[in-house]
């Protein structure tokens, strides 16, 4: 007899955390929202919007760089070491990140988060790219042109003239976008038809002018506060975010330290010329930005056409139609962005490794500065990257979710910052680089990890719970995962729950000890209703002190997500099959393990997680006329899985 094991009943009362999600479409909306583009703005009054966001988000990094150059110059000034006018740099950083992931949610305009709302409001996926790679331009240009500025300023007319020159630039960003940029969120204007109040009203309402008339136009409907730190419990979300948060720590990590480096390495140099040498690494992004923004788009278009020519040829086993493919549901948007990132990471981490050494060699200058015009490039890559994928997988949030990318990267960039001069003088320029090189090698899985198996039973227990109602509708939100549409909960302690459940079942399924995990519906009175039983009928074999090994017979993971897809499609019917059941109902999450195998006990754990089942919530425990009905079967090289359902 197999040991029978589950964990604490999940939550069945909602808190006061519980978020009241927007308000649906009603049939007749929707129908008229398919019926229109998505935005009445044209091409260039695109550009233009995205253009004028981009000069807004200048600021975030001009004024954490253009003082750079003249830290040691303000060091002497104050009579204060380098490392503690270094700490301005990373109160200036933690505050900004906090400001845009907090300030943000309640409406302020956060620049960078601005601008990557407004794109989602305004722009496709196929065209985000671009515009994405627009918006960057701004928040680049700060890195090249700040300490150039900033260098300028100390060395002609003191380091207090950039404060002011800081005053003047800001007032005239903020008078463009006054009197030229439209109001763009959708909960206001829709696609740009409904003429909003006049407090949201640009001054010089040029751009939109030849709006199309149009009689009867309803207006949005309201769009009730979503908590932006929920964005925090989605794993996939949270892993794009720690990424782009270390390589981000890691150019900050360079960027500080260049005035302070380049004048030991080069004495010769004067603070002029060490913001002059700033304009290399900035360079670098400029055209990075200008540049990868059109190979998204480009990489977005080309994945699809190879998509629907396998659809043709029949050699796609995902069962869509190529016209299924122009369908945003349809479309593996994670593939089609992340492909191209592991080979950025990889010459990201060899620029930084050899930017490190080069100055502790003191060899030519040419030579750091063409390192940082190759780690300009591929750090607006990984970033723009990022930021294109944030923004399609939860567009409706886009402002939100650039606001907790700022928070995860400002935050990891400050406290590099803060040490950052510590450890160089301890380690010397060369080992320094070389142990921030590893730490970005280190965080290169994290791309992967969205494609394991524990993630992908975590979706299918989401979406269990939503298409058999054991909680209220409005509790979950409609995301897009493994290529179709899924519904998550946003109650934190019911995904914390899912969560801690599903890593644990991940430990034991590496271990091959699983031979059944059993999400088991329950009515009021515990009885068992329903048991989704994933069956484990092979999984391969792996040593405990080696679960992160590679298998080389394993399935690709493009083929693994489609295989998943189905398995959604046919999991979201699966209410039309078996038909409504009872109100107050409650789920728990069972292994059912192989004979003679008992549940890893970790000492990092105490108590273990799982604690013994009830008899008859077990697949053993169902009546013997319960009827048996098959939803899918995925067979990947690894592990070889079926749902059926009892």
Same mark, same amino acid.
């Given at each position: 007899?197999?040991?029978?094991?589950?964990?604490?009943? %999940?939550?069945?009362?909602?808190?006061?955390?519980?978020?009241?999600?927007?308000?649906?479409?009603?049939?007749?909306?929707?129908?008229?929202?398919?019926?229109?583009?998505?935005?009445?703005?044209?091409?260039?009054?695109?550009?233009?919007?995205?253009?004028?966001?981009?000069?807004?988000?200048?600021?975030?990094?001009?004024?954490?760089?253009?003082?750079?150059?003249?830290?040691?110059?303000?060091?002497?000034?104050?009579?204060?070491?380098?490392?503690?006018?270094?700490?301005?740099?990373?109160?200036?950083?933690?505050?900004?990140?906090?400001?845009?992931?907090?300030?943000?949610?309640?409406?302020?305009?956060?620049?960078?988060?601005?601008?990557?709302?407004?794109?989602?409001?305004?722009?496709?996926?196929?065209?985000?790219?671009?515009?994405?790679?627009?918006?960057?331009?701004?928040?680049?240009?700060?890195?090249?042109?700040?300490?150039?500025?900033?260098?300028?300023? %100390?060395?002609?007319?003191?380091?207090?003239?950039?404060?002011?020159?800081?005053?003047? %630039?800001?007032?005239?960003?903020?008078?463009?976008?006054?009197?030229?940029?439209?109001?763009?969120?959708?909960?206001?204007?829709?696609?740009?038809?409904?003429?909003?109040?006049?407090?949201?009203?640009?001054?010089?309402?040029?751009?939109?002018?030849?709006?199309?008339?149009?009689?009867?136009?309803?207006?949005?409907?309201?769009?009730?506060?979503?908590?932006?730190?929920?964005?925090?419990?989605?794993?996939?979300?949270?892993?794009?975010?720690?990424?782009?948060?270390?390589?981000?720590?890691?150019?900050?990590?360079?960027?500080?330290?260049?005035?302070?480096?380049?004048?030991?390495?080069?004495?010769?140099?004067?603070?002029?010329?060490?913001?002059?040498?700033?304009?290399?690494?900035?360079?670098?992004?400029?055209?990075?930005?200008?540049?990868?923004?059109?190979?998204?788009?480009?990489?977005?278009?080309?994945?699809?056409?190879?998509?629907?020519?396998?659809?043709?040829?029949?050699?796609?086993?995902?069962?869509?139609?190529?016209?299924?493919?122009?369908?945003?549901?349809?479309?593996?948007?994670?593939?089609?962005?992340?492909?191209?990132?592991?080979?950025?990471?990889?010459?990201?981490?060899?620029?930084?490794?050899? $930017?490190?050494?080069?100055?502790?060699?003191?060899?030519?200058?040419?030579?750091?500065?063409?390192?940082?015009?190759?780690?300009?490039?591929?750090?607006?890559?990984?970033?723009?990257?990022?930021?294109?994928?944030?923004?399609?997988?939860?567009?409706?949030?886009?402002?939100?979710?650039?606001?907790?990318?700022?928070?995860?990267?400002?935050?990891?960039?400050?406290?590099?910052?803060?040490?950052?001069?510590?450890?160089?003088?301890?380690?010397?320029?060369?080992?320094? $680089?070389?142990?921030?090189?590893?730490?970005?090698?280190?965080?290169?899985?994290?791309?992967?990890?969205?494609?394991?198996?524990?993630?992908?039973?975590?979706?299918?227990?989401?979406?269990?719970?939503?298409?058999?109602?054991?909680?209220?509708?409005?509790?979950?939100?409609?995301?897009? /995962?493994?290529?179709?549409?899924?519904?998550?909960?946003?109650?934190?302690?019911?995904?914390?729950?899912?969560?801690?459940?599903?890593?644990?079942?991940?430990?034991?399924?590496?271990?091959?000890?699983?031979?059944?995990?059993?999400?088991?519906?329950?009515?009021?009175?515990?009885?068992?209703?329903?048991?989704?039983?994933?069956?484990?009928?092979?999984?391969?074999?792996?040593?405990?002190?080696? /679960?992160?090994?590679?298998?080389?017979?394993?399935?690709?993971?493009?083929?693994?997500?489609?295989?998943?897809?189905?398995?959604?499609? /046919?999991?979201?019917?699966?209410?039309?099959?078996?038909?409504?059941?009872?109100?107050?109902?409650?789920?728990?999450?069972?292994?059912?393990?192989?004979?003679?195998?008992?549940?890893?006990?970790?000492?990092?754990?105490?108590?273990?997680?799982?604690?013994?089942?009830?008899?008859?919530?077990?697949?053993?425990?169902?009546?013997?006329?319960?009827?048996?009905?098959?939803?899918?079967?995925?067979?990947?090289?690894?592990?070889?899985?079926?749902?059926?359902?009892?």
């Amino acid at each position: 007899m197999s040991e029978k094991r589950d964990e604490t009943t %999940a939550p069945t009362t909602l808190h006061d955390s519980l978020v009241k999600p927007t308000q649906p479409f009603s049939e007749k909306e929707q129908e008229v929202v398919e019926k229109r583009s998505y935005s009445i703005y044209n091409t260039r009054e695109k550009w233009l919007i995205v253009a004028i966001a981009s000069f807004g988000g200048l600021f975030s990094t001009l004024t954490a760089n253009i003082y750079l150059p003249a830290i040691p110059t303000m060091a002497a000034a104050f009579h204060k070491s380098t490392e503690l006018i270094n700490v301005t740099v990373t109160v200036y950083m933690v505050f900004q990140g906090i400001c845009k992931a907090f300030a943000d949610a309640a409406g302020s305009a956060s620049t960078i988060a601005l601008g990557a709302g407004v794109i989602g409001d305004i722009a496709e996926p196929f065209e985000r790219g671009g515009f994405v790679g627009i918006l960057s331009l701004g928040p680049m240009v700060g890195p090249a042109l700040g300490p150039v500025i900033g260098g300028l300023f %100390a060395d002609k007319l003191g380091w207090r003239a950039i404060f002011w020159f800081l005053c003047i %630039a800001s007032a005239v960003c903020v008078l463009s976008m006054l009197l030229f940029l439209p109001e763009t969120l959708r909960a206001l204007v829709g696609d740009g038809s409904y003429i909003p109040s006049a407090i949201y009203r640009p001054l010089l309402p040029i751009i939109g002018r030849n709006r199309p008339v149009t009689e009867n136009v309803e207006k949005p409907p309201k769009k009730s506060f979503v908590n932006p730190l929920l964005l925090f419990t989605y794993p996939d979300v949270m892993i794009i975010l720690i990424l782009n948060g270390i390589v981000y720590a890691v150019f900050y990590g360079v960027t500080a330290t260049i005035s302070v480096l380049f004048q030991k390495a080069y004495p010769y140099l004067s603070e002029s010329d060490i913001g002059l040498c700033y304009l290399a690494i900035g360079g670098g992004m400029i055209i990075g930005g200008i540049v990868v923004g059109r190979l998204l788009d480009r990489d977005y278009a080309a994945f699809k056409a190879r998509m629907i020519k396998q659809i043709k040829e029949g050699s796609n086993e995902t069962g869509m139609r190529p016209e299924d493919v122009t369908k945003e549901e349809n479309f593996p948007i994670e593939l089609a962005r992340l492909r191209t990132m592991p080979l950025y990471l990889g010459i990201f981490c060899v620029a930084t490794i050899g $930017y490190g050494w080069s100055l502790q060699a003191r060899v030519s200058i040419a030579v750091p500065l063409l390192l940082h015009i190759c780690m300009g490039f591929v750090l607006t890559a990984v970033m723009n990257t990022s930021q294109t994928l944030l923004v399609d997988l939860v567009p409706s949030q886009g402002s939100s979710i650039a606001a907790c990318n700022n928070f995860v990267r400002c935050l990891l960039g400050a406290a590099l910052v803060a040490v950052i001069n510590i450890i160089t003088d301890a380690l010397k320029p060369g080992w320094t $680089y070389v142990l921030l090189g590893g730490i970005c090698v280190l965080a290169a899985p994290l791309l992967f990890v969205s494609m394991r198996i524990g993630p992908k039973f975590e979706v299918a227990i989401h979406t269990i719970l939503y298409v058999r109602q054991i909680y209220p509708a409005d509790l979950f939100v409609r995301r897009k /995962k493994y290529d179709t549409p899924v519904f998550q909960s946003r109650h934190p302690a019911l995904n914390d729950y899912i969560s801690g459940a599903v890593k644990a079942i991940g430990e034991e399924l590496v271990l091959g000890n699983v031979d059944k995990v059993v999400v088991v519906i329950k009515d009021k009175d515990q009885a068992a209703l329903e048991r989704f039983i994933f069956s484990v009928q092979n999984m391969i074999e792996v040593e405990a002190f080696n /679960k992160d090994t590679s298998v080389q017979e394993a399935m690709s993971s493009e083929a693994l997500g489609q295989y998943f897809r189905g398995f959604l499609v /046919k999991l979201n019917m699966v209410e039309a099959q078996l038909g409504q059941i009872a109100d107050e109902l409650s789920f728990a999450i069972l292994i059912e393990l192989k004979d003679g195998q008992g549940p890893t006990a970790s000492p990092s754990k105490d108590p273990p997680p799982w604690i013994p089942a009830d008899g008859q919530h077990t697949t053993a425990g169902a009546a013997d006329g319960a009827q048996l009905h098959m939803i899918r079967a995925v067979d990947t090289g690894i592990i070889n899985v079926s749902l059926p359902l009892a």
